[in-house]
């Protein structure tokens, strides 16, 4: 059984920066899509920013110019600058492939003001 392993989330003031990374403790067979999503308390999650199996990316229009998303093989990575408070959320990585898609267990992101 394949999971997805979150890291990099925490604590960090206005304007700061962290790096969100999402691996599979196992090998994914033909990866297409690999994105990022986040839940705010009391709201529905919303998709984050997203990278094809071909390198194009998307982005929800709060975060573009802030956040970049890559991917290096069976990784995906969130990089977040210029952090707001309205970015704290728990964020999940989400891997979809040609067999199966996969959520990862959630990280906690906190920006204080």
């Known amino acids: 059984q394949v999971q997805l392993v979150e890291s990099g989330g925490g604590l960090v003031q206005a304007g700061g920066s962290l790096r969100l990374s999402c691996a599979a403790s196992?090998?994914?067979?033909?990866?297409?899509?690999m994105s990022w999503y986040r839940q705010a308390p009391g709201k529905q999650r919303g998709l984050v920013a997203i990278?094809?199996?071909?390198?194009i990316t998307n982005y929800v229009d709060s975060v573009k110019g802030r956040f970049t998303i890559s991917r290096d093989k069976g990784t995906v990575y969130l990089q977040m600058n210029n952090l707001k408070p309205e970015d704290t959320a728990v964020y999940y990585c989400y891997i979809v492939s040609q067999r199966s898609h996969y959520w990862g267990q959630g990280i906690q992101v906190t920006v204080s003001s």
């Open positions: 196992g090998s994914i067979f033909s990866i297409n899509v």
């Open positions: 990278i094809s199996s071909n390198g």
